[in-house]
């Protein structure tokens, strides 16, 4: 499975930039996955953003992300997006999007950059003060 990340760039704070994730290779019913963001910055652990769940789309964020950053799944199209608003400085980082593929990984492990499959090749975004 491939996983191509779009959508990073420059933005200034307070801006919005929404990101995309498109998966080829395999197929697979986006309601039988779950996908993932995760940032990273140089030198510190890649953390994750949000996920979505295969069943029922139930989603969480982060502390520092929640209420600005909203992740959906296209499921007619295998991808995923995280729109992400009101950006901060902070939210600087090289973003990376993933998918876990059956069998799936249970709840606890979606918080874990282990506990998915498949990885995009990371997009930049850089909010600017």
């Known amino acids: 499975v491939q996983l191509q990340a779009s959508g990073g760039g420059l933005v200034q704070a307070g801006g919005s930039l929404r990101l995309s994730c498109a998966a080829s290779?395999?197929?697979?019913?986006?309601?039988?996955?779950?996908w993932g963001w995760f940032r990273q910055v140089p030198g510190k652990e890649r953390d994750l953003v949000a996920f979505?769940?295969?069943?029922?789309?139930?989603?969480y964020y982060s502390d520092s992300v929640k209420g600005r950053f909203t992740i959906s799944r296209d499921s007619g199209k295998n991808s995923v997006h995280l729109q992400m608003n009101s950006l901060k400085v902070e939210d600087t980082a090289v973003y990376y999007c993933?998918?876990?593929?059956?069998?799936?990984?249970?709840?606890?492990?979606?918080?874990?950059?282990?506990?998915?499959?498949?990885w995009g090749q990371g997009t930049q975004v850089t909010v600017s003060s």
């Open positions: 979505i769940r295969w069943s029922g789309g139930s989603t």
């Open positions: 290779g395999r197929t697979f019913s986006n309601r039988n996955a779950n």
């Open positions: 993933a998918i876990d593929l059956p069998p799936l990984t249970i709840l606890s492990g979606l918080y874990d950059a282990r506990g998915y499959d498949y």
